[in-house]
């Protein structure tokens, strides 16, 4: 076994993580339907992608994001980890842990390129965020798939981004909407979470 199997081209043992999605190199005469291709700044991370629209699309504001990327903030895209497949570089990739702040593979983590350190995605425990701006958006339809669909921890902002989307305090979907969120959006959220009071009053549950 290797002593040392975060890159090469071993797979067993410590590298097991290369046979797993999202890691897992599909072979040729798999059925992997390419839609996109994306690489890293120096090109020896290449990826490609098999699912035309991400399930979500977001711009993140947290200072977390805000550090990662030396940016305002952060544009996000998620999908499954079926759906991306490494032409090229996965020996070629480091992880972050941003909790224990060190090099390491323990969901959820930070993955980049180790040689141009560009950013690949952030790795969950079910699902991958990934970077739209790596990848070859050709079209403008392939760029109106991935247009974001909200703003998220939008009160830790440095910049106001005043597009009309819904924009989320924390949380999309479990904190409140701020700021110039559309009108009906914030009704809508905010009959829900009555409803669900209701429900918990009903039921003698704490009702906060």
């Known amino acids: 076994m290797d002593k040392d199997q975060s890159r090469g081209e071993s797979t067993t043992g410590i590298s097991e993580w290369k046979q797993r999605p999202p890691y897992r190199v599909h072979e040729p005469n798999e059925k992997f339907d390419v839609k996109y291709e994306a690489n890293c700044h120096c090109g020896r991370v290449k990826y490609q992608l098999n699912r035309r629209e991400p399930l979500d699309s977001k711009l993140c504001h947290c200072t977390t994001c805000q550090t990662q990327h030396a940016a305002p903030f952060q544009w996000a895209a998620i999908f499954h980890k ?65 247009k974001p669909r909200c703003h998220m921890f939008y009160g830790q902002r440095v910049m106001d981004v005043p597009d009309g989307l819904p924009k989320w305090a924390g949380l999309s979907g479990e904190s409140e909407l701020i700021e110039d969120s559309p009108p009906e959006l914030v009704r809508e959220f905010e009959r829900r979470r009555e409803e669900e009071r209701n429900r918990r009053f009903e039921k003698g549950e704490n009702v906060k």
Do not use: Q
């Not at 060190?102 to 790795?123: G, Q």
């Open 82 to 146: 079926e759906d991306i497949n490494f032409a090229n570089g996965h020996h070629d990739l480091e992880w972050y842990d941003p909790t224990e702040k060190s090099i390491a593979h323990k969901l959820p983590c930070k993955v980049r390129c180790a040689f141009c350190h560009s950013p690949i995605m952030d790795e969950g425990r079910n699902m991958i965020l990934l970077f739209p701006s790596l990848i070859h958006l050709r079209t403008d339809a392939d760029r109106a798939f991935f």
